[in-house]
């Protein structure tokens, strides 16, 4: 296995641009920051102290500091994204660290709505006029808008992503 593979087992860091790219089919953080800026409107500084890496094939994390390329390590910072699908799906960790920061594609769920997302529930939400595919799922808490999850939007019914492990019947 060379550094111009993905390894499952370390972590490369994401070339700044598509033009640096040495990993076949791995994006650049200027890709990950446009998908963040251009879908959630979540601001291009706020990833600036970030570097961005990917463990195996489609597996961005984000890390505050420095490390050197490649790492070998089990885990690295928070994961952000998944890249190796269709379409890019934002991870919990990521909606809940920086979703209260997006503008664009943010649901807001009632108490009773939320609740069922977070026990992993799809519901029928037909009142979401907005773009259909992975939004941020956010609910009122204390007066402040809270990010809960990422949850799939298609054909007026909100599917939750959140994951099994975290999922809670309130």
């Known amino acids: 296995m060379s550094l111009r593979d993905n390894d499952g087992h370390q972590f ?8 640096e790219r040495e990993v076949a089919g791995r994006p650049s953080r200027a890709a990950v ?3 963040w800026a251009e879908r959630y ?14 463990r ?11 490390l050197d390329s490649p790492a070998r390590i089990q885990g690295l910072g928070i994961p952000i994204l998944r890249t190796d699908g269709e379409h890019w799906k934002p991870r919990t960790n990521a909606a809940q660290r920086f979703g209260g920061l997006a503008t664009d594609c ?18 029928d939400l037909p009142h979401w006029d907005g773009d259909w595919g992975y939004l941020v799922v ?7 808008r809270e990010p809960v999850g990422v949850g799939l939007y298609l054909h007026g019914e909100l599917r939750s992503q959140m994951p099994k492990g975290r999922q809670r019947d309130l």
Not at 12 to 19: F, N
Not at 56 to 66: D, L, M, T
Not at 139 to 144: I, N, T
Request: charged share 25%.
């Open 33 to 35: 920051v446009d998908y």
């Open 138 to 144: 956010t609910h009122e808490l204390a007066g402040e």
């Open 56 to 66: 195996g094939s489609g597996k961005i994390w984000a890390f505050q500091g420095e």
């Open 12 to 19: 490369g860091r994401l070339p700044a641009t598509d033009d």
């Open 41 to 54: 409107g979540i601001p291009r500084a706020t990833w600036e102290p970030y570097s961005f890496w990917e």
């Open 106 to 123: 943010v649901i807001d769920l009632s108490a009773g709505e939320a609740e069922a997302f977070l026990a992993g529930h799809d519901q």
